[in-house]
């Protein structure tokens, strides 16, 4: 009998399910009186599948063990790369015990063909099959040491005579990883560039154009025909959540998952305090720590504007469902069967993905990650004009030390040297930004001015304000921009 390469379409379902705060038995201690059993809480887990449907045992086993070890959204990451060597175990009717060196290369050929139907291009690069194939071939070591049975090796070097012959190999970071002589050659790893402003831009009139009713196909909402005051509300509070995105990643250069992580609670104050409590990801914890990043009475009047509409939505959300519970998330989600619950870093980045593609921005110019590097740089190269006009000379190696630790503060990593190539990035386009002081501070109430005059025509159209005539938007336009230029004087930059 033929058997089919897959069994099931390929790429045509989630194999996995990502889990929140899972409460697992972890040990027992007896007592006099009883057993007590111990519990373990996992902050982020996952569970797979294989593709029809049943529990994949080893896998989720292997989760599960290694979960504590891990930060952030890193178990359902190693879900998803994992769900490729699951697909061809499932395609091929082979269990992980039956893996051979010819099924590693024909896990790899796949990995490195595969095609995107839609755009007609390779699906991932050679670093993203290589990230699989390594997380692969970690998870069939540990297989290997606590599941598999066979005779012969599943997996390891040459002098075993494993079924599956691997070699160790040591990163940039001095960490080692095992590796397979078919793995491709990975692709230039060269560091992004901040985002572009002109992309940012592109960004905003997106979120504009997608916040009308008139834009959205049928489709889309169907869903809400009966109750079409809830789609309503959906757009209102879908539009000030995109809006608050971009605005926070440009502000405070804050990690994707840590935006996910945000509390309202720990923000309440921020009116008072005009602090943002931000957790840090990227630490070997349990609970991420939280870091207070300190902003201007502006910023936190934007924050406060997002914190009305995420409450118009809550408001709503238990209106439309009587038995909504409220959730203390900074982020909500707006997709159906999940409104007014806590969106997860995948929605996140899937809706800044339909951001983009609707501003016609490519992975290669826009992501997350280039937000973070624009505020960084920012930061480095503002950090070194102060200083030098401070001492009247340049800055010294020492001096750099000094003030990526003061960005380290700010950005939440561990150590301020991995900020050191930021130095060289400011420096290259200090011919660009210069005058940096200056014109941060005019950049900052720039920024505020384009956010309140977004504001006032979002308003303007959906209704949200009485009608006004031109000469009172002007007026009111003026009085911003007076109480501008006055901010900027007293700084004495006027």
Known sequence: MQVQEFMVPYNKKKLYVRQSDLRIPDSVQETV???????????VGAFVNWPDSRPCLAVNMYLLANAHEWTGETPVTYASELSELVRYCHGKLKS???????????????????INPR??????????????????????????????RGLIPLIGEEKSGPAILVSQKKNDRGNLYWTHRYAPEPNSTDPKLPIDLSIIEAIDASIEYL???????????????????????LLSYHYARRRFMIWIMQR??????????????????VLRKNVLVIPTMKRRKLLPPPRTFAITPKDSRVVMRYFAARGA????????????????????????????????????????????THAGHRDSEACFSMFRHRFITWEVLSHIRVWEAEKG??????????ILEKVRIKTGHADAMSLWHYIDLAQDLAGVWVNVERASARLHAADHLKVDLEELRHDLRSGNVPHMAAEQIMSLVLGRLEGIIGDARAAGLG
């Open 96 to 114: 992980f015990s039956d893996l051979t060196d010819g099924d590693i290369f024909a896990l790899i050929e796949h990995l490195t063909s595969e």
């Open 119 to 148: 755009s007609g291009m390779r699906k991932r690069n050679n670093n993203t099959a290589c990230e699989i194939l390594n997380r692969s071939l970690s998870f069939l070591m540990w297989y290997q040491e606590n599941l598999h």
């Open 252 to 269: 405070t250069g804050l990690r994707p998952a840590e935006m996910v992580g945000l509390s309202l609670i720990d923000n309440k104050d």
């Open 313 to 356: 939505w809550i408001a709503a959300c238990a209106a439309n469902d009587p038995g909504f519970a409220p959730s203390g998330a900074m982020f909500l989600g707006v997709a159906p069967g999940s409104c007014g619950a806590p969106i997860s870093k995948g929605g996140l980045d899937r809706d800044f993905r339909t951001l983009c």
């Open 211 to 233: 916040s009308i009713l008139e834009n959205h196909p049928e489709p889309e909402m169907r869903p809400f025909k009966r109750n079409p005051e809830f789609f309503d509300s």
């Open 33 to 43: 009186s009883g057993n007590i059993i111990n519990y373990q809480t996992i902050r």
């Open 393 to 402: 000379r340049p800055a010294s190696e020492q001096d750099y030390r000094s």
